[in-house]
């Protein structure tokens, strides 16, 4: 998983997509200005998870009329596999596009009205808004794995309970000390016993 963006860095990376050479000009200008480094400018038809892949940039940055939905696609690959901020500028206020925009992975939708002394604080937000989701998102996975680990736990003391007509406790206990001989995790010992059992049926 992509590790929180500090926005203070010099020279933060970034992936323009943009289809107008003119507009995508300005824009480049501007970045440039605001401290920032163009590592590629590539039209919305690209590969982007693959350039993102590649190139590895701390912020993608689209500039389009309007998101189509192959790039919305493409921006739910990267945010599935590859998160990062997305900034995109476009001149589509409807509603229900930027819901789908968010829904992509787009950390700052912004319509109309970009300029230069703009940049820097909408690229701050959408990294601010980019890092307080992944930190909720890695909670939120260690809190599910942590219900899974105590889940495999509770089924291998069952397990053991009934091949061994112990007690709870020294299931437990039994497991407990796996895990201390072998030196590992109690949830590790307690998969193998499952992995066991499971063959055995």
Known sequence: ?????????????????????????????????????????VSASADLPGLVAELKPDLIILDTESP??????????????????????????????????????????????????RLRPIMDVAIARFNEFQ?????????????SERKDVERAKGILMKQRGCSEEEAYQALRKSAMDKGLRLSEVASQVITVAELLV
């Open 135 to 147: 930190a909720m998102r890695m909670d939120l996975e260690k809190a599910e794995s942590k219900l």
């Open 68 to 117: 189509d939905r192959d790039t919305l696609e493409n921006l739910c690959v990267i945010k599935r596999n590859q998160p990062r901020p997305i900034v995109m500028f476009t001149h589509d206020n409807d509603a229900e596009k930027i819901r789908a925009a968010i829904r992509a992975g787009v950390s700052a939708y912004v319509v109309d009205g970009l300029k230069s002394e």
């Open 1 to 41: 998983m992509k590790t929180p963006v500090n926005s203070s860095e010099p020279s933060l990376r970034v992936l323009l997509v943009d289809e107008t050479f003119e507009r995508a000009a300005l824009l480049k200008h501007a970045l440039q200005d605001a401290g920032y480094k163009i590592v590629a400018h």
